[in-house]
């Protein structure tokens, strides 16, 4: 089992910055791929970013290329999501989410993730 939660969500205004964080506690030297998604009112939970907990690759959601960031920490066992340029149409809940094994199915889909956090809120304003 792994543990997920989730902090640094809050308000800001468009065009600033915020960044959420991750803390992954429990089978976690098994964790292969961990991802942020997002999930708006009324809407499908949408991929963000993944990063390969190993060799640190990482992928994006076309709409985020060029403002978030993903990394991680091996030794603090955080991941991070540093959002810039923040738009009023990147407020949703975040989700911080970790593979516990490899599987065939993309890491940009939901369904290749095995544990989840509890979520943060991240509102932008106009």
């Known amino acids: 089992q792994v543990q997920l939660v989730e902090s640094g969500g809050g308000l800001v205004q468009a065009g600033g910055s915020l960044r959420l964080s991750c803390v992954a506690s429990?089978?976690?030297?098994?964790?292969?791929?961990m991802g942020w998604f997002r999930q708006a009112p009324g809407k499908e939970r949408a991929f963000v970013a993944a990063i390969r907990w190993n060799t640190g690759g990482t992928y994006y959601a076309d709409s985020v290329k060029g403002r978030f960031t993903i990394s991680r920490d091996n030794a603090k066992n955080t991941v991070y999501l540093q959002m810039n340029s923040l738009k009023p149409e990147d407020t949703a809940v975040y989700y911080c989410?970790?593979?516990?094994?490899?599987?065939?199915?993309?890491?940009?889909?939901?369904?290749?993730?095995?544990?989840w956090g509890q979520g943060t809120q991240v509102t932008v304003s106009s």
């Open positions: 989410a970790a593979q516990g094994f490899p599987n065939a199915i993309s890491v940009t889909r939901p369904e290749a993730y095995n544990y």
């Open positions: 429990g089978r976690i030297f098994s964790t292969y791929y």
